[in-house]
């Protein structure tokens, strides 16, 4: 038996309207963001609001058990028909596990356009100190997604610079794991076949369209299909294939590089996922596509090489150990178990951009 459930998504400009008809349906809500993506769309959200009861609650900055459990706390006696999440990746993450706890379902407003969060069934769960604790899927996604193209297109540039980052390497990820998987005799299942065919528009919109939606201050078709890359492709694809398929080499190296507080605290994560792709390029000898990235990398001005990253220069060695967490990263095991071998030499001229 397979089952599957897709996110339905409403894109437009302004969403209010569609937003107000969802909601009319609904008696009693609990919306959960945070304070600037709250007050993003108050307008909006107050004019989608007219007779029902409502929540408001703060994620608390971050999606950890112990922010799920206070809200929950605070709300025992009130019987919730819908979670609404507003926001970015860990508000979304964090309104998606108290759906789940509750057993009701959730629609989502993305405010920014950094990550997936918006569509994907699953949520990253951290610490209260910030530090990754486990990732927790779930069997559905969220029931609907509202993206307001004004919303995001308002938001700071930095995060859609860094959605598209995060969206590149969905495609090469699932690509570079669904050929080993193949050639070391597995066949992908039908599911997994179709995420990776999904997963191919995460390249080519990001690539096609990606220039003008970072640069132009219009809200055109350009726009709507890059964001529509980074929340609806990369989301559906992550629900779609299987787990070892989602993160390979880019995803890597970004845990690598964010084990370095500092680099950590001051780059996004989609960010250093852009530049673990090139990475990922030059160990597999793709030179070709390499070199086609580096001219859309310079234009956005995406890190090429770990001397973009300033912090690097205090530390000696710190390839080594940055490829000693590569190595260990969850996203490696299935990688070398389809009989994948990385050169540690080879590698550490990849993070300086040198082809070998």
Same mark, same amino acid.
């Given at each position: 038996?397979?089952?599957?459930?897709?996110?339905?998504?409403?894109?437009?400009?302004? *969403?209010?309207?569609?937003?107000?008809?969802?909601?009319?349906?609904?008696?009693?809500?609990?919306?959960?963001? &945070?304070?600037?993506?709250?007050?993003?769309?108050?307008?909006?959200?107050?004019?989608?609001?007219?007779?029902?009861?409502?929540?408001?609650?703060?994620?608390?900055?971050?999606?950890?058990?112990?922010?799920?459990?206070?809200?929950? =706390?605070?709300?025992?006696?009130?019987?919730?028909?819908?979670?609404?999440?507003?926001?970015?990746?860990? =508000?979304?993450?964090? +309104?998606?596990?108290?759906?789940?706890?509750?057993? !009701?379902?959730?629609?989502?407003?993305?405010?920014?356009? =950094?990550? #997936?969060? +918006?569509?994907?069934?699953?949520?990253?769960?951290?610490?209260?100190?910030?530090?990754?604790?486990?990732?927790?899927?779930?069997?559905?996604?969220?029931?609907?997604?509202?993206? $307001?193209?004004?919303?995001?297109?308002?938001?700071?540039?930095?995060?859609? /610079? +860094? &959605?598209?980052?995060?969206?590149? +390497?969905?495609?090469?990820?699932?690509?570079?794991?669904?050929? /080993?998987? *193949?050639?070391?005799?597995?066949?992908?299942?039908?599911?997994?076949?179709?995420?990776?065919?999904?997963?191919?528009? #995460?390249?080519?919109?990001?690539?096609?369209?990606?220039?003008? =939606?970072?640069?132009?201050?219009?809200?055109?078709?350009? %726009?709507?299909?890059? *964001?529509?890359?980074?929340?609806?492709?990369?989301?559906?694809?992550?629900?779609?294939?299987?787990?070892?398929?989602?993160?390979?080499?880019?995803?890597?190296? #970004?845990? &690598?590089? &964010?084990?370095?507080?500092?680099?950590?605290?001051?780059?996004?994560?989609?960010?250093?996922?852009?530049?673990?792709?090139?990475?990922?390029?030059?160990?597999? $000898?793709?030179?070709?596509?390499?070199?086609?990235?580096?001219? %859309?990398?310079?234009?956005?001005?995406?890190?090429?090489?770990?001397?973009?990253?300033?912090?690097?220069?205090?530390?000696?060695?710190?390839? $080594?150990?940055?490829? $000693? !967490?590569?190595?260990?990263?969850?996203?490696?095991?299935?990688?070398?178990?389809?009989?994948?071998?990385?050169?540690?030499?080879?590698?550490?001229?990849?993070?300086?951009?040198?082809?070998?």
């Amino acid at each position: 038996m397979e089952k599957l459930s897709f996110t339905s998504y409403i894109i437009d400009k302004d *969403i209010k309207e569609e937003l107000k008809k969802e909601l009319e349906s609904f008696k009693n809500i609990l919306i959960i963001g &945070g304070e600037t993506s709250l007050t993003s769309i108050d307008k909006k959200l107050k004019y989608a609001l007219t007779n029902q009861t409502y929540t408001i609650e703060l994620y608390g900055k971050e999606c950890s058990h112990f922010n799920v459990e206070r809200i929950l =706390a605070k709300n025992l006696d009130k019987k919730f028909n819908i979670v609404v999440g507003i926001g970015g990746g860990k =508000a979304l993450d964090t +309104a998606k596990l108290v759906a789940f706890k509750l057993g !009701i379902n959730i629609l989502t407003i993305p405010t920014i356009a =950094a990550t #997936c969060a +918006a569509t994907s069934s699953l949520s990253v769960v951290y610490n209260q100190n910030g530090a990754f604790a486990e990732i927790i899927n779930f069997s559905v996604p969220p029931l609907k997604t509202f993206i $307001d193209l004004e919303t995001l297109k308002n938001a700071p540039k930095k995060y859609i /610079w +860094a &959605g598209m980052g995060d969206t590149l +390497a969905k495609f090469y990820e699932v690509d570079i794991k669904s050929r /080993w998987s *193949i050639n070391s005799g597995k066949e992908l299942s039908y599911q997994s076949t179709l995420g990776r065919t999904i997963s191919t528009l #995460c390249r080519e919109l990001i690539l096609k369209y990606g220039e003008n =939606a970072f640069y132009s201050s219009d809200i055109g078709e350009e %726009f709507k299909n890059v *964001i529509l890359a980074i929340i609806v492709n990369t989301g559906y694809t992550s629900n779609l294939v299987e787990e070892y398929l989602n993160g390979a080499i880019a995803h890597s190296v #970004c845990y &690598g590089l &964010g084990n370095i507080h500092s680099i950590e605290k001051n780059h996004l994560h989609g960010e250093l996922v852009a530049y673990g792709i090139l990475i990922q390029l030059l160990v597999e $000898d793709d030179y070709s596509e390499y070199e086609k990235l580096i001219d %859309f990398y310079n234009k956005l001005k995406y890190p090429t090489k770990l001397e973009d990253f300033i912090e690097i220069k205090n530390f000696k060695g710190i390839e $080594d150990k940055i490829i $000693d !967490i590569i190595i260990n990263s969850p996203d490696m095991p299935d990688l070398f178990k389809m009989g994948f071998e990385l050169n540690r030499e080879k590698f550490k001229s990849a993070l300086y951009g040198r082809k070998v």
